[in-house]
């Protein structure tokens, strides 16, 4: 059987690692399946190394065409670039991550589609909690996208499309199989929701990933220049640009060691105290950390969890990271930090919050260890198969 799989085209390592878990660990393992990716030549050269296959297909854009900003040009190239994949691989499925398009050569030719879905997608907070001039965060940054959001709605620059291949990019987010790589303790399904049998859990799709020599290295300087001081990793990810120079500083000032993924004038300021790297492994970096500061999208959220590490969550104002925040707050794990245009009195929140981390007070480790046996056991439990199964029935 024939696979496609494709991420979403502008979203980076983030939308690539769950895909590339799935292949690695339980894809493989399935006999007659071959599955193909469709990525950037960069993404290839690092999947082929890996023994992964991809579709010989260039899957970004050129910088011209980004420049441009023409929404237009660029979701015909998008759809152009899906449907050759598809007519040189002839899959039997297709398995995405917010390739918003793949109805298009999914639903459009009469094939099942196996799609990776968060809380952004089927909301379960309560309204009173929901901030309406929050956005998804698939509309904020530098992404090309704002064409089809998570919502299902439209804007003008799909005009390009008939209106019968509008009607198959409207069952987006309606699949035939969804699966949620977390826990349904934190991502949780509303009670009213349909088909959900139809919803796989399969615990974080996360790399296990360790620090290169070099970066080793650099971080052994760094920690033996700051012993003795607690350490504590800030990021906002790969796209948000939230800023959190005011927080380095702060912890800069309080004695703490930091590490982070910001570039900012404060890193240059004091070059003892912080060590920046644009991309870190995760699981290395909130297991050597004291505390963990990030802006909870993606699965970041999973990492100090199976550390044990206590964590706040900085407001982005996108609803998606925000659900997950606030019920990591409810659940005792976290505390959450909001958006300074969302709260004028961030910063006194900000402080209450690293009082009570300073005094133990901000993270139920019983819950803790919990949530962790949980992704345990779904991780253990989880069986592509049966997702596949139930796909192609």
Known sequence: MNILTIPYIAGG??????????????????????????????????????????????YGFDENLIMSKDLLKINQCVVEMEKKAYEMVKPSLIIEDTACFTPLIAEKNDLPRVSIQRTGIFRYIDKFFRNDKHIHSFHKGSNFVKSVDSSNLYNSELSMFKAADLCFLEKYIKP????????????????????????????????????????????????????QKPIVFITTGTVDRTPIENFIEFFVKRNYAVITTCNCEINDKYKQEVFYNRLFPLHYICGISNLVIHQCSASI???????????????????????IALRLQ?????????????????????LEMVDRFEKNTLTDFDMLDKLAAEINETMASFKMEKVIEYALA
């Not at 409810?330 to 900000?350: K, Q, R």
């Open 13 to 58: 390592i983030s939308h690539l690692i769950p895909l590339y878990v799935l292949q690695q660990k339980y894809l493989t393992n399935i006999t007659g399946v071959k599955n193909q990716f469709l990525v950037n030549n960069n993404s290839q050269r690092f999947l082929m190394m890996q023994g992964v296959d991809c579709v010989p297909i260039d």
């Open 176 to 227: 035939k199989a969804k699966i949620i790589p977390g826990i349904s303790t934190i991502e949780r399904l509303p009670d009213n929701i349909t088909d959900r049998e139809s919803y796989f859990y399969s615990g974080p799709l996360l790399v296990m990933d360790k620090p290169s020599k070099d970066l080793s290295a650099r971080l052994e300087d760094f920690l033996n220049n700051n012993k």
């Open 301 to 323: 959220y999973n990492y100090p969890i199976m550390n044990r590490v206590a964590s706040l969550t900085i407001g982005t104002q996108c609803y998606d990271r925000e659900d």
């Open 330 to 350: 409810e659940l005792g794990v976290s505390g959450h930090i909001p958006h300074p245009d969302d709260n004028p009195d961030y910063w006194n929140v900000f």
